[in-house]
C-alpha cells in the first residue's frame, strides 16, 4: 500500500523535473524581453514579433507622421481589447495630421518624445517603458505602444477598452431592501464601485499581479488606521507567495491564502456586493478584488459572518433579530435534521409521542430499504438536483425540478420506495439550507458526517458528532483571528446572536479593527430634534 | 509519508468504529411491534399467569395514505402463559416475528383475582426491566384485564392509548386517581407498604362494550385488600393535596351548591404525646369557585359564601373520613402515614414499626379544613337570590 503511494510519489517528482527542463527550453524568449528598446523601428519590432508570435489578433501598425511625414512609427496593440475610436482620434489622428512636430523635429530625440507625449497624443495616461518585456506586458493588459524610429522607449498609452458586461443585480444574494448593484467582471470598475462609497482618502488599494501566464490585477482594499496593519500585511504577504500560473476567480486565491485548507469551514468571506464589501471593508477588514472575477474576498472571516446578511442593517432591528435567530436555527435543522430523524426512529423511538410513532411507523412500513439508505438516497437526489437545476440552461432547469418534485417527492412515496416522513424531513432540511448560503457547502458535508454517525450510534453519534464539529470550528483561525469570536461573551455581541440598533453598535469589532474603533458616536437612544414651526 | 500512514490509521480507526461497534441497538421500525398495553390475570393452572400484550398496528392506525383496510383491526391481542412474566414473555417473543417494543407501553392492567392473589412477585420484571417505563399506568380491573384490552373504544382505535387519556381526564375531575408504575411501585415498597390503583370496568350496555373507571383498589404488601368507592377516593385526594379539579356539592339549610375546585393543598403532621404517637393532624386547604347555586331566598352573596364555606368544610371532612375509616378497616396505610413518621421521626418509628397496622388501624385523625372561595362565577347573584326581584 504504501510502496505504491511512495512510488506515485517519486513518478510525480520526476515528472515536475522534467517540465522544468522543458521550461529552460524557452529561455531565449525570457532573455528577449529583458532586453532594452534600442530606437532601430525595425529591430525593435522584430523582437516584439518573436515575444508575442504570430496571433491574428497582435496589430502591429506602422506608418508614418510628423509635418511631412519624415517620422517612422509604429502602434502595437491588440484588437479587442483596445478602444479603437481611442486609438483612432486620440492617437493616429493627432499623430499623423498633427502639425506641431514641426518646429521641434529637428531637436534631441527625447525632445519630440515629450513633445509627442504632452501636445500631441490626447490620452489621460501615457507612461514610458524602457524593456521590450514591459512593452509586451502592457501590451497584452490592453493598452496601445507607441514606437517611433530613434526613440530608445516606448510610449504606453492607456487605450484599454473591451466589451464587458454591465453592473446589474446580482444573482447571489438578493435583498428586498437595500442597494441592487453587483460587483461585474471588470476590475476596474469593482475599485470604482468600492471608491464610490467610501470618498476618504484613507481607503487604499494596493495593486498586485498574480499569476504567471494570466498575470491577473488584483487589489488589495482597506482603510488605512482602521484595517490592522498585521492583517494587510498578512494579506499581502500571503498574496504575494501565491507563484501559480493563473487566477481564473478569487476563489483561486482564497484557496491559495487559507488559514486551513483541510477544514469544511470557508475562512474567508466573499460577497458579491459592493455595499457587503464596504461595510466589511469599514469593520477593518480588508478586501481582495481580482481582475475578471464579480466576487470579492473579505478577510479575516468570522462564522458569525454567514449569519449576516446585508439586509439585516438596512431594515429596523427587531425583524433582522428574528430573522438572524431564525437562520441560526435554518443552519441547525439543515445540519442536523435527517439525523435527529434517524436517530429518533432507529434508535430512540421511546422519545417519539405514540401517536407521532404510528404515523412514522405506518410510513415505514413496506419500505425496502433501511432508513439510513432511505436519508442517504434522498439526501444525494436533492444534491444532484440541486446541481442539475444550477447547472442546466434554466428552461430545462423547470423541467428538472418538475421531475424532481413529481417523480421524487410524490412517486417515490405512493410506489413505496421511500417513506413520505423521510421525503419531508429531506425537503425542510434543503429548504433550510439556503438559509445560509456561505455555509451550504460545509453544512451539505456536516450533514452527511452526522448522518452517517447517527445510523451507527444513535443520538449519541449525534452529539459526538456535534461536539466534534465545536471543537474544530472553535480550533480554526482567519489570517490571525478566532473564527468563532464573536460568539464568545467577551467580545461585543451587539452584532451576532441579536442585531442591535445601528446607534447602539458604537464600535467596530473587536479583534479585528485594533485602531480607530469608535463607528459611531451617537446618543443612546437617538432623541429626535424638534425646529419648532415659525409663525411667519 | 509519515503524514499518510498516520491519515490512514485515523481512517482505519474511524472505520473500525462504525463497522464494529456502529448499529449494535438500532432497531427499524418496521422489525418492532409496539406494545401500547399489557395485562396480568390468574391463570388456569395454578400459579401462573396469562399475560396479554396489546400491539398497535402502524399500518391500521398510522395517518396519510398508507392507512390499511378501513375493517382491519388497530390492534392485535396476543397471549401467553407462564410461572411469571419474563417466561410468559418469552414465548410471547417466540411467537411473534417482530420485536416486542415496550417503551410505548401506555397501561398495565392488573385482573383482580390476580391482584387479589398477590403481584409482587410478578412486579420486579417492570422495576428491573430497562425497556419498561415507569410512566405507566396502573390499573386494577374488575374482572378480567385481558377483556379490558379488547374492548374496542368509540373514538381511539388503541384501547390502551384510550385508557391513557381516561385517566388523564379522570384525574382532573378527580373522580378517580391515575397511579404510575412509579408511583405505585415505591409505595408499595415503602414502610407503609400499602399503594392504591384506579380500578377499570367494562360496562356492558347491550350491545355497547364500554369502559369506565370508579374508585380505587387498595394494595397492601403486594396484595389488594378492598375497595374504596369514588367519593372516597375524592376523600383521599383531598388528604393527599393533589385534587385538581372536580365539583364538591354542599348542602345546607338555605339551599345547595356546586364548588368547582380551584387548588387544593394538604399538610400532614403527626402529633406526638411525649414519645406515643397520639394523632394524626391534616391541614386541609381548598380553594373554589361557585358553579352552581339553588336555593338561599333572600340572602345576600357574602351571607351565601360564609354558609358555603362552612358547609364545604362539612362535607369535605365527611369525604375524608368516610375515606380514613375504610382504610383502617383494611388496615391498609395509603397516605403513607408509616413512611412519613419514618423519614422525620425515625426514632419513634422504630417503637411502633412491629404492630404499624394495629396503631393505624386505631390511629386519630385530626383534619383542619380552611375553604375559601374566590370568585362567584359571572355573577354575583341567583334567580332565588336577593336583588333580582
Known amino acids: 500500500m504504501f510502496n505504491f503511494i511512495t512510488k506515485k510519489l517519486k513518478y510525480g517528482l520526476r515528472r515536475a523535473q522534467e517540465s522544468k527542463v522543458e521550461t529552460a527550453d524557452v529561455k531565449s524568449n525570457k532573455e528577449i524581453e529583458e532586453l532594452p528598446i534600442t530606437g532601430r523601428l525595425s529591430a525593435d519590432l522584430e523582437l516584439t514579433r518573436k515575444v508575442m508570435g504570430t496571433s491574428s489578433d497582435i496589430k502591429i501598425h506602422e506608418f508614418r507622421y510628423g509635418t511631412n511625414s519624415e517620422l517612422k512609427g509604429a502602434l502595437i496593440f491588440i484588437d479587442g481589447l483596445v478602444n479603437s475610436d481611442m486609438l483612432t482620434q486620440g492617437i493616429l489622428k493627432p499623430l499623423i495630421l498633427g502639425k506641431n512636430l514641426n518646429s521641434y523635429q529637428k531637436e534631441s530625440i527625447a525632445k519630440t518624445l515629450d513633445t509627442v507625449k504632452q501636445t500631441i497624443l490626447c490620452s489621460g495616461d501615457v507612461t514610458e517603458k524602457h524593456l521590450i518585456g514591459e512593452l509586451v506586458e502592457s501590451v497584452l493588459s490592453g493598452d496601445t505602444a507607441f514606437l517611433s524610429e530613434g526613440f530608445d522607449k516606448a510610449l504606453i498609452i492607456s487605450t484599454k477598452g473591451w466589451d464587458k458586461r454591465s453592473i446589474s443585480e446580482p444573482q447571489t444574494e438578493s435583498v428586498v431592501r437595500g442597494p441592487r448593484e453587483g460587483f461585474t467582471e471588470n476590475f476596474r470598475t469593482n475599485t470604482a464601485l468600492l471608491r464610490r462609497r467610501i470618498k476618504s482618502p484613507n481607503l487604499r488599494m494596493d495593486h498586485l499581479t498574480i499569476g504567471e501566464k494570466t498575470d491577473t490585477n488584483v487589489c488589495v482594499a482597506y482603510i488605512e488606521g482602521v484595517a490592522d496593519p498585521g492583517i494587510v500585511e498578512t494579506v499581502k504577504a500571503r498574496l504575494k507567495s501565491i507563484s501559480a500560473d493563473a487566477i481564473l476567480d478569487t476563489g483561486y486565491i482564497e484557496q491559495y491564502i487559507e488559514d486551513h485548507p483541510f477544514s469544511m469551514f470557508p475562512t474567508i468571506g466573499y460577497s458579491e456586493k459592493p455595499d457587503v464589501v464596504t461595510a466589511r471593508i469599514l469593520e477593518g477588514r480588508v478586501a481582495i478584488i481580482a481582475d475578471g472575477s464579480p466576487f470579492v474576498l473579505t478577510a479575516p472571516m468570522l462564522f458569525i459572518e454567514s449569519f449576516q446578511s446585508s439586509e439585516d442593517y438596512y431594515i429596523r432591528p427587531f425583524h433582522a433579530s428574528m430573522i438572524r435567530i431564525l437562520r441560526y436555527l435554518a443552519f441547525f435543522i439543515s445540519i442536523s435534521a435527517p439525523a435527529i430523524f434517524i436517530a429518533l426512529t432507529t434508535f430512540h423511538q421511546e422519545l417519539i409521542p405514540t401517536t407521532l410513532l404510528f404515523t412514522i411507523a405506518a410510513a415505514r412500513e413496506g419500505t425496502p430499504f433501511p432508513t439510513f439508505l432511505e436519508a442517504i438516497i434522498l439526501v444525494f437526489s436533492f444534491e444532484i438536483l440541486r446541481e442539475a437545476g444550477i447547472r442546466l440552461p434554466r428552461p430545462v432547469g423547470q423541467a428538472i425540478s418538475i421531475v424532481g418534485a413529481l417523480i421524487m417527492g410524490e412517486a417515490a412515496v405512493s410506489a413505496g420506495l421511500v417513506g413520505a416522513p423521510m421525503v419531508i424531513v429531506v425537503a425542510i432540511t434543503a429548504v433550510a439550507s439556503f438559509a445560509v448560503p456561505e455555509q451550504t457547502d460545509s453544512a451539505a458535508i456536516m450533514r452527511i458526517i452526522l448522518l452517517i454517525l447517527a445510523s451507527s450510534f444513535g443520538g449519541f453519534g449525534i452529539a459526538v458528532g456535534f461536539l466534534g464539529i465545536l471543537i474544530h470550528l472553535a480550533s480554526l483561525k482567519s489570517f490571525g483571528i478566532p473564527y468563532c469570536s464573536s460568539l464568545t461573551f467577551n467580545h461585543n455581541m451587539q452584532d451576532s446572536f441579536v442585531r442591535m440598533p445601528l446607534w447602539a453598535m458604537t464600535k467596530r469589532p473587536k479583534g479585528i479593527a485594533n485602531e480607530d474603533i469608535i463607528r459611531n458616536d451617537m446618543q443612546i437612544p437617538p432623541s429626535p430634534v424638534y425646529q419648532p414651526p415659525s409663525n411667519e | 509519508m509519515k503524514q499518510i500512514s498516520r491519515l490512514f490509521i485515523l481512517a482505519s480507526v474511524i472505520a473500525a468504529i462504525l463497522f464494529s461497534s456502529g448499529c449494535y441497538d438500532i432497531r427499524e421500525l418496521d422489525r418492532v411491534s409496539i406494545v401500547t398495553g399489557l395485562a396480568v390475570d390468574k391463570a388456569e393452572q395454578p400459579g401462573n399467569i396469562e399475560l396479554t400484550i396489546q400491539i398497535g398496528k402502524a399500518g391500521a392506525l398510522g395517518g396519510g395514505e398508507n392507512v390499511g383496510a378501513p375493517d382491519e383491526k388497530p390492534v392485535q391481542l ?268 425515625a426514632g419513634r418509628w422504630k417503637t411502633i414499626e412491629k404492630d404499624w397496622d394495629a396503631v393505624f388501624s386505631n390511629l386519630a385523625l385530626e383534619v383542619d379544613i380552611k375553604v375559601d372561595i374566590q370568585d362567584t362565577g359571572k355573577t354575583g347573584k341567583s334567580p332565588e337570590m336577593e336583588g333580582i326581584r
Not at chain 2, 415503602?190 to 377499570?200: C, Q
Not at chain 2, 406526638?272 to 381548598?286: E, P, S, V, W
Open chain 2, 78 to 345: 396476543i397471549d401467553a402463559v407462564g410461572e411469571s412474566v419474563m417466561v410468559a414473555l418469552e414465548s410471547l417473543r417466540n411467537d411473534n416475528s417482530r420485536i416486542l417494543f415496550f417503551q410505548h407501553n401506555q397501561v398495565l392492567i392488573i385482573g383482580e383475582d390476580q391482584a387479589r392473589t398477590g403481584i409482587i412477585p410478578y412486579l420486579d420484571t417492570f422495576m428491573r426491566n430497562k425497556e419498561s417505563r415507569f410512566e405507566v399506568w396502573v390499573l386494577v380491573s374488575e374482572g378480567n384485564a385481558k377483556d379490558v384490552l379488547e374492548t374496542e373504544m368509540e373514538l381511539d382505535e388503541v384501547s390502551a392509548v384510550g385508557i391513557a387519556k381516561m385517566i388523564k381526564n379522570h384525574t382532573e375531575t378527580s373522580k378517580s386517581l391515575g397511579v404510575r408504575l412509579l408511583d405505585f411501585l415505591s409505595k408499595i415498597t415503602e414502610r407503609s407498604a400499602s399503594a392504591v390503583a384506579p380500578i377499570i370496568k367494562i360496562i356492558k350496555e347491550e350491545d355497547i362494550h364500554r369502559l369506565s373507571l370508579s374508585g380505587l383498589a387498595v394494595f397492601k404488601k403486594g396484595q389488594m385488600t378492598g375497595k374504596l368507592t369514588e367519593d372516597q377516593s375524592i376523600g383521599f385526594s383531598w388528604v393527599m393535596g393533589d385534587l385538581k379539579g372536580g365539583n364538591l356539592s354542599v348542602e345546607t339549610e338555605k339551599g345547595s351548591a356546586q364548588l368547582a375546585v380551584m387548588s387544593s393543598s394538604s399538610k400532614l403532621k403527626p402529633v406526638f404525646n411525649k414519645d406515643r404517637l397520639q394523632k394524626m393532624k391534616a391541614d386541609i386547604t381548598g380553594k373554589f369557585i361557585i358553579a352552581e347555586l339553588t336555593g338561599f331566598k333572600n340572602m345576600k352573596i357574602e351571607q351565601v359564601i360564609d354558609l358555603l364555606k362552612k358547609g364545604a368544610a362539612d362535607s369535605i371532612k365527611k369525604l375524608v373520613m368516610d375515606c380514613y375509616k375504610k382504610s383502617q378497616q383494611l388496615k391498609s396505610d395509603i397516605y403513607g402515614f408509616g413512611s412519613y413518621i419514618y423519614k422525620y421521626h
